[in-house]
Structure formats: structure tokens, C-alpha cells
């Protein structure tokens, strides 16, 4: 293994996303998140990266969603982050752990109200009959909860995925990107170049 400057990837990490974010037009945070059902069958959607520390990335969904469900099966996921202004993307691979009941309440009560609401209404991937069942279930939570605080569904957390392996990657001239790579070694981690 060769030694990166960056003796640990999470710096690395923030330094990629501060220029994301200042350079990315829509939602720098998105990345793709990859599940596997029952059967083996990979299945990918976006979702926002909510907090990143030195533990891992954090991100939330409702329980009973086909992602939710996904990864009750199998706590092992992977996420690519694509900053196409950068010409850069980030993949992360490793387990899943639930959020605390504390995070999830306090990033959920950061929401805004309509989110919150939405939260409640949606059964997510589960049968729509038709966009007014959506609305109705919208005015009816609405109406449950008033002018009152949004408490959090019981359905409703978060997952931090717990990396153990991170590439960056880097776009260079007739395809020779830069692709380095950090494998999680205990409580340290080893880095490594690949070819591209």
C-alpha cells in the first residue's frame, strides 16, 4: 500500500464536497444508493446525504420503504457520489447502522413542516391509485396536527453507512484518471492507487 496525503479519507471527503457545493448547480449532496433484495437483485435511486463524520454518511427514509426493506435484509450498501462540474466522483461500499433515535429526531424536527407532513402521508413505494389519494392523505395529516409540532414517525429514521472501502476518482486526460483508494484496515486506514 503507498501512503496518500490524506492519511484518512474523511478530509479528503470535505474537501471534494466545499467545492461541490460551490460549483454543483442542484443538490451537491445527492448521491446513488445501492441496495440488494432478497433475491441478489441490485437496486440504486438517489437520495441527499444528510451528515458526514468521521464515522461515516449519513442519510434517511422511510422504514417500510422498498430501500427500507432492502436493507433490513441486507446492511450492506454502496453509494457513488458524481460532481460532473468537477469531473470527480466519490464510491463508497460498507454496512449500514440505524441513527440514533436522538439524530433522527433532531434532523426531523430541522425538516420543513410540509416535509414533515410528507413524512406521515406517504406510503412510500407502495400502490398509488392516483395523485388526489396522495393529497387527501397530505390534508388529512395536516389537519391531525395543526398548527401543533410534527412529532417523527415511528417509521420514519436514519442510516449511517459505516465505509470500508472509498475510491476517489479524479478525470485526467485520454482517460488515464487518477483513482485512489482508501480500504478501512481496523481503526485505520490503508490507501492505495489503481489503474484506471
Known amino acids: 500500500m503507498t501512503l496518500h496525503p490524506w492519511p484518512e479519507p474523511f478530509g479528503l471527503f470535505a474537501a471534494w464536497m466545499k467545492e461541490a457545493a460551490a460549483k454543483e448547480t442542484n443538490d451537491p ?11 441478489g437483485r441490485p437496486s440504486s435511486r438517489m437520495v441527499l446525504l444528510k451528515a458526514v463524520d468521521d464515522r461515516g454518511f449519513v442519510f434517511y427514509t422511510n422504514l417500510e420503504s422498498r430501500k427500507g426493506g432492502e436493507i433490513a435484509g441486507n446492511p450492506h450498501v454502496a453509494l457513488c457520489f458524481h460532481w460532473k462540474s468537477l469531473r470527480r466522483q466519490v464510491r463508497v461500499e460498507g454496512p449500514v447502522e440505524p441513527v440514533t433515535a436522538e439524530e433522527a ?29 396522495l393529497e387527501r392523505r397530505v390534508a388529512e395529516f395536516t389537519a391531525r396536527f395543526g398548527l401543533g409540532r410534527v412529532p417523527r414517525p415511528p417509521h420514519w429514521s436514519g442510516f449511517r453507512v459505516l465505509p470500508q472501502r472509498i475510491e476517489f476518482w479524479k478525470d485526467k486526460p485520454f482517460r488515464l484518471h487518477d483513482r485512489s483508494i482508501y480500504l478501512r484496515e481496523g481503526d485505520a486506514w490503508a490507501t492505495e492507487k489503481q489503474f484506471p
Open 29 to 39: 449532496e445527492a448521491m446513488n444508493l445501492a441496495t440488494v433484495d432478497a433475491e
Open 105 to 133: 429526531d433532531a434532523y426531523f424536527a430541522s425538516r420543513a413542516r410540509g416535509s414533515q407532513i410528507g413524512a406521515w402521508a406517504s406510503q412510500q413505494s407502495r400502490p398509488l391509485e392516483g395523485r388526489f389519494a
